[in-house]
């Protein structure tokens, strides 16, 4: 189990920013692909982006492509997401979690934090 917990959300007006945290507790944190994942309001939970293990390769769900980034900290056990340009509906609730190998956009635990909400208003 990751065990994470997500920070950094808050409201937002179309075009802004923010940066999220997701801190993990699990001792194998960088044997794992982490992904972001967020889920809009009155919809399912869905993929947002990936990282690889070692940080260095990444891929994202088209909706935010050059838009958000995502990275990670392997020595904080923290997977981070930047977020530029928001648009109202990246509004949902963010969270963190392993995938269950690179390039997937499942996640690998069941478990999940409490998240952080992003509200981007018009």
């Known amino acids: 189990q990751v065990q994470p917990v997500e920070s950094g959300g808050g409201l937002v007006q179309t075009g802004g920013s923010l940066r999220l945290s997701c801190a993990a507790s699990?001792?194998?944190?960088?044997?794992?692909?982490m992904a972001w994942f967020r889920q809009p309001p009155g919809k399912e939970r869905e993929f947002v982006a990936g990282i690889h293990e070692s940080g260095g390769s990444t891929y994202y769900e088209d909706s935010v492509k050059g838009r958000f980034t995502i990275s990670r900290d392997n020595a904080k056990k923290t997977v981070y997401l930047q977020m530029n340009s928001l648009k109202p509906e990246d509004t949902g609730v963010y969270y963190c979690?392993?995938?269950?190998?690179?390039?997937?956009?499942?996640?690998?635990?069941?478990?999940w934090g409490q998240g952080t909400q992003v509200t981007v208003s018009s």
């Open positions: 699990a001792r194998t944190f960088s044997y794992y692909v």
């Open positions: 979690n392993a995938v269950t190998s690179w390039g997937s956009r499942w996640p690998k635990f069941a478990s």
